[in-house]
T-cell receptor, first 113, second 116 residues
Framework: NAGVTQTPKFRILKIGQSMTLQCAQD?????MYWYRQDPGMGLKLIYY???????DKGEVPNGYNVSRSTTEDFPLRLELAAPSQTSVYFC????????????FGQGTRLTVV | AQKVTQAQTEISVVEKEDVTLDCVYE???????LFWYKQPPSGELVFLIR??????QNEISGRYSWNFQKSTSSFNFTITASQVVDSAVYFC?????????????FGKGITLSVRP
């Protein structure tokens, strides 16, 4: 029962470094999402994908890139890390139907110093 | 555009008190779903309940109950006889059907602390 798996769980980056947050789901969900969670700000949508090869921007996409080459994987790329990207990142997946809930990964705590 | 407002930011109660978490939403769609998620101190997000826009029947599940009122665009969540284990951040979320894409929008969350 893996569900949504995110790696790594924790990471410290230096300003200007790049990294990829990995996300994989084994539920055959069409939809996948990346959110960031900052204290007191709730979850903000960074990017989402409605299927392999299709991605779209969410509310806060600047500084991030995504790709979706398979149904299972949805990596999030940070090209030039900035302190403002210090956050907890959650990947989620769901079926496309509006009545279905999203399943979340355990989160990645990223600190940019 | 859709929006979820959780005006309460932090609530602190003593164990066994009842507590209600408020959620107000905005959407122009007629078909949508509302959700509540719980985020305990361990950090994961746990789905609690969903309610569709056509079903205003309130629901009770053990110590939890939900009150959905379309007239006031509210979907409130009540915990009866709160326990320390209820301490968590609670998020209300809205998912509506917008053409081919259906996204989940979250409120800012309410931090509930239940003291022994």
């Amino acid at each position: 029962n893996a569900g949504v798996t995110q790696t790594p769980k924790f990471r410290i980056l230096k300003i200007g470094q790049s990294m990829t947050l990995q996300c994989a789901q084994d539920m055959n969900h069409n939809y996948m999402y990346w959110y960031r969670q900052d204290p007191g700000m709730g979850l903000k949508l960074i990017y989402y994908s409605v299927g392999a090869g299709i991605t779209d921007k969410g509310e806060v996409p600047n500084g991030y890139n995504v790709s979706r080459s398979t149904t299972e994987d949805f990596p999030l790329r940070l090209e030039l890390a900035a302190p403002s990207q210090t956050s907890v990142y959650f990947c989620a997946s769901s079926y496309p139907e509006v009545n279905t809930e999203a399943f979340f990964g355990q989160g990645t705590r990223l600190t940019v110093v | 555009a859709q929006k979820v407002t959780q005006a309460q930011t932090e609530i602190s109660v003593v164990e066994k008190e009842d507590v209600t978490l408020d959620c107000v939403y905005e959407t122009r769609d007629t078909t949508y779903y509302l959700f509540w998620y719980k985020q305990p101190p361990s950090g994961e997000l746990v789905f609690l309940i969903r309610r569709n826009s056509f079903d205003e029947q309130n629901e009770i599940s053990g110590r939890y109950s939900w009150n959905f009122q379309k007239s006031t665009s509210s979907f409130n969540f009540t915990i009866t006889a709160s326990q320390v284990v209820d301490s968590a951040v609670y998020f209300c979320a809205l998912r509506n059907y917008t053409g081919a894409n259906s996204k989940l929008t979250f409120g800012k969350g309410i931090t509930l602390s239940v003291r022994p």
